[in-house]
């Protein structure tokens, strides 16, 4: 792991939207907040996938708080962290679920191929899949001193 060094002036890691694309295609696990019934923030570490289009698609039960949340306010948050580089993504963006159907002609090919460890919940009763487009984007490398950031 790197460790921080507030004499640590190396160059750090300041991504392209590209490069932003891999990183989050490297991570499996990152935590979403949605917006309760009161507007209070509720968090959820979640696995997920990365579409074609740079969007993410987690699956969840029905009846998650996550999944009752984002039928009444879109509006979501995810934290994408790798601990081991001291780098982090939070990104705002817009959630919606995505009818089974369409899930299965268009996204779970792709979504089971990045992450088979979700294939157990493929065929289970209950289940929804999320997909989040990104509005605001704040890429964080702090392994350097000053911290780099970089948004989209």
Same mark, same amino acid.
Request: charged share 25%.
């Given at each position: 792991?790197?460790?921080?060094?507030?004499?640590?002036?190396?160059?750090?890691?300041?991504?392209?939207?590209?490069?932003?694309?891999?990183?989050?295609?490297?991570?499996?696990?990152?935590?979403?907040?949605?917006?309760?019934?009161?507007?209070?923030?509720?968090?959820? =570490?979640?696995?997920?996938?990365? =579409?074609?289009?740079?969007?993410?698609?987690?699956?969840?039960?029905?009846?998650?708080?996550?999944?009752?949340?984002?039928?009444?306010?879109?509006?979501?948050?995810?934290?994408?962290?790798?601990?081991?580089?001291?780098?982090?993504?939070?990104?705002?963006?817009?959630?919606?679920?995505?009818?089974?159907?369409?899930?299965?002609?268009?996204?779970?090919?792709?979504?089971?191929?990045?992450?088979?460890?979700?294939?157990?919940?493929?065929?289970?009763?209950?289940?929804?899949?999320?997909?989040?487009?990104?509005?605001?984007?704040?890429?964080?490398?702090?392994?350097?001193?000053?911290?780099?950031? =970089?948004?989209?």
């Amino acid at each position: 792991m790197n460790t921080f060094d507030e004499n640590n002036t190396a160059e750090g890691f300041r991504p392209t939207r590209e490069e932003l694309n891999e990183f989050i295609k490297g991570q499996v696990i990152g935590v979403i907040s949605t917006l309760d019934e009161n507007g209070a923030p509720m968090s959820a =570490t979640v696995a997920f996938s990365v =579409t074609e289009g740079n969007d993410l698609m987690v699956g969840t039960s029905e009846t998650s708080h996550k999944s009752q949340n984002v039928d009444r306010d879109s509006r979501v948050a995810v934290t994408i962290t790798n601990a081991e580089k001291r780098q982090t993504l939070q990104l705002q963006g817009t959630a919606r679920k995505v009818n089974e159907e369409t899930f299965e002609s268009v996204y779970a090919e792709a979504h089971f191929g990045q992450r088979p460890e979700s294939l157990p919940f493929k065929d289970k009763p209950g289940q929804c899949h999320i997909l989040i487009t990104p509005t605001h984007m704040r890429f964080s490398d702090c392994s350097v001193n000053p911290w780099l950031i =970089t948004e989209f």
